[in-house]
């Protein structure tokens, strides 16, 4: 049973940055596809970023709306998988969520329902 839990979040001004971990047990992430996605209050869960293995090396998609912003990425060693977001907006406010499940298809893991396994979430709060 794969477990997740993140840490990271917190309340950051606008254009500020922040990094969100999400650290893996039961399993080791490069076996799955990993993703964070967000949810803000009042809207339903969107997807923001996905690491997937693809033989030695790992590819990787993001949600138009943080592209050249954000960047997902993993550590082996500490089975843990992180999501450095940068010149953060008002709009980026949600709770992020860690998720894991089946290595990504060439098509991408961009549908919640794609993901097995959630972590708990973490609250980033974006001030103008």
């Known amino acids: 049973q794969m477990q997740l839990v993140e840490s990271g979040g917190g309340f950051v001004q606008a254009g500020g940055s922040l990094r969100l971990s999400c650290a893996a047990s039961g399993g080791t992430f490069s076996s799955f596809g990993m993703g964070w996605l967000r949810q803000a209050p009042g809207k339903g869960r969107e997807f923001v970023a996905f690491i997937s293995a693809s033989g030695r090396t790992y590819y990787a998609d993001y949600a138009d709306s943080v592209k050249g912003r954000f960047t997902i990425s993993g550590d082996n060693a500490k089975n843990t998988v992180y999501l450095q977001m940068s010149t953060l907006r008002p709009e980026d406010t949600a709770v992020y969520y860690c998720?894991?499940?089946?290595?990504?298809?060439?098509?991408?893991?961009?549908?919640?329902?794609?993901?097995?396994?959630w972590g708990q979430g973490t609250q980033v709060t974006v001030s103008s």
């Open positions: 998720a894991a499940g089946p290595p990504c298809s060439a098509y991408g893991c961009y549908a919640p329902q794609e993901y097995n396994y």
